[in-house]
């Protein structure tokens, strides 16, 4: 019905008129790590600029799965101040943020998606490498051993 | 159970198992909110495999069903990837293998399209019309013809203040302008048949070889 939710134009709605819905949404919403401590079973989220908080409470439950007690949304204002090369204006994008609270007492940490990994055998011997070459590079610029640490420039 | 697996393989390098085992009781999982991210195995690498993207051809032989629900996974896939880059983004890192992004969407637009084929085809068989909303074309006040897609309204036209004073008509004293925008647009359309041209000729210049050989 309708194909791709956003940028659409949805049948006008009149009390009594039938409940609107949509079939293939083109929503998106992506989790974000808070940037205030936030309490445990609240997570924050980033969605299309069209989505209400109903909008919201049926996406997560309805597609994710997930119980939702209470959502809170906001709108940032992305600033307009950074300039570019040709000292044009560059504006940074606005964005929705929301607040889920899950319901029937889940909590939810926003893990470490960048845990260290141990290195493998390829980039191990690339840094031995590198440090080879480095430590060479020191020797070179250090000058005669002979001369005990005295620059080339003074004479003799 | 079998359909889905193949369905899903072709775009994501992992398939999650479903959960059909009847004497397992599970505590109310916090798998909805772990689908916004990727397989933990996954998290840290430098680049995570995945296969191409769905083709328009792949997708018609598909079943409305199926499409419906390769929607919802590519949305899923999609959010995923969204929240893998703004993450990556915080935490000053590169992300692993960004275009699978644009694979998702890809597939996502391809999607939209056969759905939309269907429709438009099921519609004619139906009704007789091509398009979801009727329309016409129309001109506007400087002259130029668009088509305006009727719009749905609470009142009539004959009420709306806003509607009444839009001018769908143009006055005599534009026809010159239109005569100017006809002859700008002959000159662009010039301008681009002598570039073709010349660039055809530059290409023939330089691989001799490769020219077309007209038929004498």
Redesign the interface.
Known sequence: MA??ARKA?Y??F?LGGPQLRI????F??????PGVPQPEDT?QF?VSMEMTKVDIKNY?EK?????VAAVRTRIQYGANNKRNHKNQRVKKPDYKVAYVQLG?G?T?QF???????EQDTETRSFDDFKNTYMEREKQRQKGDPRRGGVPDWFGL | MLLMLNLFHKNLAKVEPFHQLKFLHTTLSRKGLEEFFDDPRNWGEKNVKSGDAWNIKQLRGKSSEDLHKLWYVLLKEKNMLLTLEQESKRQLRPMPSPERLEKVEKSMKNIDLVVREREIALRLLQTGHEKPVPGEWRNDFLGRTYWYTYKEWPIPWYLNKKYKKRKFYYLPHVNHFIRLRLEKSLRRRVRRQNLEKTRQKVLERKFPHLAVKSQS
């Not at chain 1, 079939?23 to 083109?26: A, I, L, V």
């Not at chain 1, 893990?111 to 990994?117: A, G, M, R």
């Open positions: 194909t791709g134009v049948p006008l009149q079939f293939r949404p083109n998106y919403m992506l989790v974000v790590r997570v980033r997560l597609i994710y799965n997930v119980p029937q889940q939810f893990p470490n998606l960048f845990p260290e990994k």
